[in-house]
C-alpha cells in the first residue's frame, strides 16, 4: 500500500493546471481518500514509474509530492520531492 499525498501551488494558471494533471493521473493509480490524497496498491516497479510520471508533473520550487509506503513487510517511509521538507517524527518536537 502506497498513500501518495501533493500539494500544488494554484495561485497561477499553470499551479491549476499541475493539480489538475497530478489528480487525474493519480486517478488512474488509487483511490481518492482526500481532495489530495490517495490510496494506492502496487509493486516497487509501479511506485517508481509513477513517482516518475508525476515528478515531472510538479514544480518542485512550488509543489510537494510525498509517498508514504505502509504494510507488513516494510517498514513505515515517506520519499519527498519539493517544498515542505519533512521533520523527524522520532525527534523531540517544541510547540
Not at 46 to 51: E, F, L, P, T, W
Not at 57 to 70: K, T, V
Request: some cysteine; charged content about 30%.
Amino acid at each position: 500500500m502506497v498513500l501518495i499525498t501533493y500539494d500544488v501551488n494554484t495561485v497561477s494558471n499553470e499551479g491549476k493546471k499541475r493539480l489538475r494533471q497530478v489528480a487525474k493521473e493519480c486517478v488512474n493509480y488509487g483511490h481518492r481518500v482526500q481532495n489530495s490524497v490517495f490510496e494506492c496498491e502496487m509493486d516497487w516497479a509501479k511506485c517508481r514509474q509513477v513517482k516518475e510520471i508525476l515528478t515531472e508533473l510538479i514544480n518542485p520550487q512550488e509543489d510537494s509530492l510525498r509517498f508514504y509506503y505502509l504494510g507488513e513487510k516494510t517498514k513505515a517511509k515517506v520519499d519527498h520531492i519539493g517544498i515542505k521538507p519533512s521533520f523527524d517524527l522520532k525527534g523531540t518536537l517544541i510547540m
